[in-house]
């Protein structure tokens, strides 16, 4: 009974298995990153809970808002734009990105999201030609070196 009482209050396990938006939501406030980031993972955290947790300081935290399919659209616009390449990879690579922010991240310094945004069924011809014409180029100056 105390293994099980202990796993009903463990703040992580609960961010990780529960259901419930009004209690994910609670628990998005949560002085621990991990369990911000397991709100942040969980498929039935709404998209206000992720918009607020997008904001939140720790980039691990970001990462994970930007997994979640329910992130908006316009939450991903923003992580888009943030200073960590890992964040911006995941916006690369969530269902949600619109192509207008994909075009923009075809043009990251990381070529890592490059090749995210080359790989997303919403990326734009234009995008990847631009993607795939970087790579070229990059191939063809480690050949002359």
Request: charged share 30%.
């Amino acid at each position: 009974m105390k293994n099980f009482l202990l796993r009903i209050f463990n703040p992580e396990y609960l961010a990780e298995t529960t259901t419930n938006p009004v209690v994910l939501d609670k628990l998005s406030k949560n002085k621990y990153f991990d369990v911000r980031c397991f709100v942040a993972e969980n498929p039935n955290t709404t998209p206000e809970t992720l918009d607020v947790l997008s904001r939140y300081e720790d980039w691990r935290v970001r990462c994970c808002v930007a997994q979640n399919r329910n992130t908006k659209p316009e939450t991903l616009d923003v992580l888009s734009q943030d200073k960590n390449s890992y964040v911006r990879f995941y916006v690369a690579y969530n269902p949600a990105t619109k192509t207008e922010t994909l075009d923009v991240l075809s043009q990251d310094e990381d070529s890592d999201v490059r090749y995210r945004v080359a790989e997303h069924p919403n990326c734009s011809e234009r995008a990847y030609k631009y993607i795939k014409g970087l790579e070229l180029l990059e191939s063809l100056s480690e050949v002359s070196t």
